[in-house]
């Protein structure tokens, strides 16, 4: 089994930044992939990122290119999420998932095994 514990979520004005982390524990996570989701009110869960176990692949979502970054120190079994340039439309819970291998459609939440209990992130106009 693996525990992920999302924090850093909060209230931030547009254009703004947060730097989400995931702290996982339980089994090892050699080789797994870990994501970000983030699902808001009435919406369905939907990908934002996800990174390999080396952190040398990495895949985003359309809409979040060029403003967030994931990142992952193995070290610490943490994984992070910076997120730049906030915009009102980002608004929603994110969520850390763990899955192994990386799956075959990462965007998908089928391919992950384990999932936070996700931190809020409101960004105001």
């Known amino acids: 089994q693996v525990q992920l514990v999302e924090s850093g979520g909060g209230l931030v004005q547009a254009g703004g930044s947060l730097r989400l982390s995931c702290a996982a524990s339980g089994r090892t996570l050699r080789g797994y992939v870990l994501a970000w989701f983030r699902q808001a009110p009435e919406k369905e869960r939907e990908f934002v990122a996800a990174i390999s176990w080396s952190g040398g692949t990495t895949y985003y979502a359309d809409s979040v290119k060029g403003r967030f970054a994931i990142s992952r120190d193995n070290a610490k079994n943490t994984v992070y999420l910076q997120m730049n340039s906030l915009k009102p439309e980002d608004t929603a819970v994110y969520y850390c998932?763990?899955?192994?291998?990386?799956?075959?459609?990462?965007?998908?939440?089928?391919?992950?095994?384990?999932w936070g209990q996700g931190t809020q992130v409101t960004v105001s106009s």
């Open positions: 998932a763990a899955g192994n291998p990386w799956p075959v459609r990462p965007t998908s939440r089928l391919g992950y095994d384990y």
